[in-house]
C-alpha cells in the first residue's frame, strides 16, 4: 500500500496532493474561541480596575487616611529604614538556606518511621506520632520563647545559647512536624500494588522505600513542600523574639527611634518580593503535574 504524503507534497506513486484546506466549519470555531477569549481578557481586566479603583477611593477617601499615611507608608521614613532591613534579611536567608535542608531531611525520617511496618515498631512510630500531633499543634512563637531563653536558662555544658542557631532549632522542631505529615501523604498515595511488585522481584524493605516508593511520593508532594518553605521563609521573621537582629528587627529598631511603622512595612513588602516566586514556583508545579497526570505521565 503507497505511503500518504505530507500535505502539499507528493506520495511513493508520484502523484501531487493538493495542500491541506481547513473547512469553514472549523475556521469558524476557532475565530468563535479566539472572540470568546479576547472577551474573557476584556472582562477580567475591567472587572478588576473597577475593583481597584472602589478600593483605592474608599481608602484614600476615609477620614484618617492622611494620618495612616504618614504613619505607615511616608516615603522619607521608608528610604532611610530600607539599608539596615535589607541587611537583616541577609540572615533571615541564611537561616531559610540552612533549615530548609535540614527540614525536609528530618520530616521524611519522621515520615518514614511513622510508615513503618511491623508489631516490633510500635514504639517508634508511636513516638514519631506524638512528636507530630505535639509540635503541629504548639504555636511557634511560644516554641521559639521556650527555646531561646529556656535553654540558656538551664546552663548546660556545650549548649550554645546564641539566639539565632536556637531560633532556626525552633524552626526546625516546628516545621519538621508539618513537613513530615506532607511526606506521609506522599508515601500512602502510592498503591500497594508498587511495594508488593517491588517484593516480588526480590527488593528488600529498605529497597522498596528508596528506589520505588520514595520517589513516586516526593514527586507527588513537591509543590506543597515549597510552599511549606515559603511560609517557613516567612516566619524566620520571628527569631527577633530572641534578639536576633534580623529584617524585622531591624524595622523594629527604626519605628522605635521615629515612632514611625513605615519601616516594617518596608520589611514586610520584603518578605512578599521574597515569598512571591517560591509560591509561583509551586503553582507551575501543580498545574505541570496536572497536565502530566492527565497526559497519563505520572504513576
Not at 17 to 27: A, G, I, K, M
Not at 251 to 271: C, E, K, R
Request: aromatic share 8%; hydrophobic share 50%.
Amino acid at each position: 500500500m503507497p505511503s500518504v504524503g505530507p500535505p502539499g507534497g507528493s506520495d511513493d506513486t508520484g502523484v501531487v496532493r493538493p495542500p491541506y484546506v481547513p473547512s469553514e466549519r472549523r475556521l469558524a470555531r476557532e475565530a468563535y474561541r479566539r472572540s470568546r477569549t479576547r472577551r474573557s481578557a476584556i472582562v477580567a481586566t475591567a472587572s478588576t480596575l473597577a475593583v481597584a479603583a472602589v478600593l483605592f477611593f474608599v481608602i484614600t477617601g476615609s477620614p484618617g487616611w492622611p494620618v495612616t499615611k504618614k504613619t505607615f507608608l511616608d516615603p522619607g521614613y521608608a528610604r532611610s529604614a530600607l539599608s539596615p532591613v535589607l541587611h537583616g534579611f541577609v540572615l533571615n536567608l541564611e537561616l531559610l538556606a540552612v533549615c530548609g535542608p535540614t527540614i525536609l531531611v528530618l520530616g521524611l525520617l519522621i515520615a518514614a518511621v511513622r510508615t513503618l511496618r511491623g508489631p516490633v515498631f510500635l514504639p517508634l512510630r508511636l513516638l514519631a506520632t506524638a512528636y507530630v500531633d505535639f509540635f503541629r499543634g504548639f504555636p511557634l512563637i511560644i516554641l521559639l520563647l521556650l527555646i531561646v531563653f529556656g535553654v540558656p536558662a538551664l546552663q548546660l555544658q556545650g549548649v550554645t545559647n546564641d539566639p539565632i542557631l536556637l531560633g532556626g532549632a525552633a524552626l526546625v522542631i516546628n516545621y519538621s512536624a508539618y513537613v513530615a505529615e506532607v511526606f506521609r501523604a506522599g508515601i500512602e498515595s502510592v498503591h500497594p500494588s508498587q511495594r508488593a511488585a517491588a517484593r516480588s522481584i526480590g527488593l528488600t524493605y529498605a529497597q522498596t522505600m528508596r528506589f520505588v516508593v520514595l520517589p513516586q511520593a516526593v514527586r507527588r508532594v513537591v509543590p506543597a513542600l515549597v510552599n511549606d518553605m515559603a511560609s517557613l521563609q516567612k516566619d524566620t521573621g520571628l527569631v527577633y523574639v530572641g534578639g536576633a537582629i534580623d529584617a524585622v528587627a531591624a524595622a523594629h529598631i527604626q519605628v522605635a527611634s521615629s515612632f514611625n511603622y513605615t519601616p516594617l512595612v518596608v520589611a514586610g513588602l520584603g518578605f512578599v518580593i521574597l515569598t512571591i516566586p517560591m509560591t509561583r514556583y509551586a503553582d507551575w508545579l501543580t498545574r505541570r503535574m496536572d497536565r502530566r497526570r492527565a497526559q497519563g505521565g505520572i504513576v
